[in-house]
């Protein structure tokens, strides 16, 4: 089915990004009601594409940002529509653009400064494992030893078989 959007330009800049699949999404609704983050917040992924494949543009405030990815909406699609690189390719023309959230913007200028998205010295990112006792990187035996024995042991309940 081909799109007939208000602004094709948009629409083929999401395609050209690699949102591709936006025409083959009828609008179902599944990949709204099956996302985890609809329990919690107002989130609905099918606005969001709608919106793409009619160019019109509005999907610039926090929901298009509050998507995980989890590919819950893409396992569940009828039409196995590639919602994640929809969003993806949206998140990407938004980037591009600098209109960002402001706190993503914060940490991605981190990252390209320090190199770690809290905006620190990179030098000092590492201090809590010397505090530990483990030194610089935990890379080393005895280091990582030291680091298992004095951290709660979540890890081992949070893994998934």
């Keep these: 089915m081909k799109s007939t959007a208000p602004f094709m330009d948009v629409v083929d800049m999401i ?3 690699g949102g591709g699949a936006l025409d083959e999404c009828y609008q179902c609704g599944t990949c709204s009601s099956v996302c985890p983050w609809g329990d919690f917040r107002d989130f609905r992924l ?19 940002w509050a998507c995980t990815t989890c590919g819950t909406c893409l396992d569940r699609c009828p039409r196995g529509v590639k919602t994640i ?3 993806r390719s949206i998140r990407n023309i938004m980037g591009e653009a ?8 914060s940490a991605l200028s981190g990252l390209a400064g320090n190199g770690n998205p809290w905006a620190g010295d990179p030098d000092k990112r590492s201090a809590w494992l010397r505090r530990l006792g483990c030194g610089r990187t935990p890379t080393r035996a005895r280091s990582c030893s ?7 042991t979540i890890h081992a309940t949070s893994r998934r078989n």
């Design 98 to 105: 600098g209109t960002l959230p402001p706190l993503l913007q």
């Design 15 to 17: 395609v050209e990004y």
């Design 146 to 152: 030291t680091l298992a024995a004095r951290t709660p």
């Design 46 to 64: 099918r606005h969001l594409i709608r919106l793409a494949q009619f160019g019109i543009e509005g999907y610039e405030g926090e929901d298009l």
């Design 85 to 87: 690189d929809i969003v």
